[in-house]
């Protein structure tokens, strides 16, 4: 299976502030119809995850413009450009280019 | 507007069955198809199962094939995982989720399986 590595997997931020997760999978995530299948949730304590990108880059409707996404092959970043309370939660990228479909550990993003 | 409900968790015992179900609305039933994930109790994501809504197409994760089966009634909008062969280690919050090729665009609430004797 791909493992995927996401770190750190505890990020203190102070509000305002920017954060970043970097994730790394084991094989490319390059499929071959040219799409890379690499997706970044965010689960909010209590709650059901919540996709806000898919395809590397690709921001979901009513996801706040402070979250982007980059990278390619296996390699890949989620980015907030200044944190705020509500964003405090769990992040996982997950790759659904190869089976099985792998995630990756989460990180734990908190408010200083 | 997509929407999942699962249902069926509960207590079972070590070894013993449970079959969870997962109602869609609010999409065409009859593109792409279903995954289950689950999460243990204060850990993180694991991807379980994935059928196609036809039946055509199914995966599972090496940790529940040949005990997890996947099925679905069409004409009731429904998908079911079997679950067989049940140990403490599948005690998990069990969420099915929409497919959309390569991603997951919606989840449902999730349903508890805890296995206990």
């Known amino acids: 299976d791909v493992v995927m590595t996401q770190s750190p997997l505890s990020l203190p931020v102070t509000l305002g502030q920017p954060a970043s997760i970097s994730c790394r999978s084991s094989?490319?995530?390059?499929?071959?119809?040219?799409?890379?299948?690499l997706t970044w949730f965010q689960q909010r304590p209590g709650q059901s995850p919540r996709r806000l990108i898919y395809?590397?880059?690709n921001r979901d409707s009513g996801v706040p413009d402070r979250f982007s996404g980059s990278g390619s092959g296996t390699d890949f970043t989620l980015k907030i450009s200044r944190v705020e309370a509500e964003d405090v939660g769990i992040y996982y990228c997950m790759q659904g280019t190869h089976w099985s479909w792998t995630f990756g550990q989460g990180t734990k993003v908190e408010i200083k | 507007q997509v929407h999942l409900v699962e249902s069926g968790g509960g207590v079972v015992q070590p070894g013993g069955s449970l079959r969870l179900s997962c109602a869609a609305s609010?999409?065409?039933?009859?593109?792409?198809?279903i995954h289950w994930v689950r999460q243990a109790p204060g850990k993180g994501l694991e991807w379980v199962t994935f059928m196609r809504y036809d039946g055509g197409d199914k995966h599972y994760a090496d940790s529940v094939k040949g005990r997890f089966t996947m099925s679905t009634d069409n004409s009731k909008n429904t998908l079911y995982l079997q679950m067989d062969s049940l140990s403490t280690e599948d005690t998990a919050v069990y969420y099915c989720?929409?497919?959309?090729?390569?991603?997951?665009?919606?989840w449902g609430q999730g349903t508890l399986v805890t296995v206990s004797s």
């Open positions: 609010g999409f065409t039933f009859n593109k792409y198809g």
């Open positions: 989720a929409n497919d959309q090729r390569g991603t997951i665009d919606h």
């Open positions: 094989q490319s995530l390059v499929y071959g119809d040219g799409n890379t299948y």
């Open positions: 395809k590397v880059s």
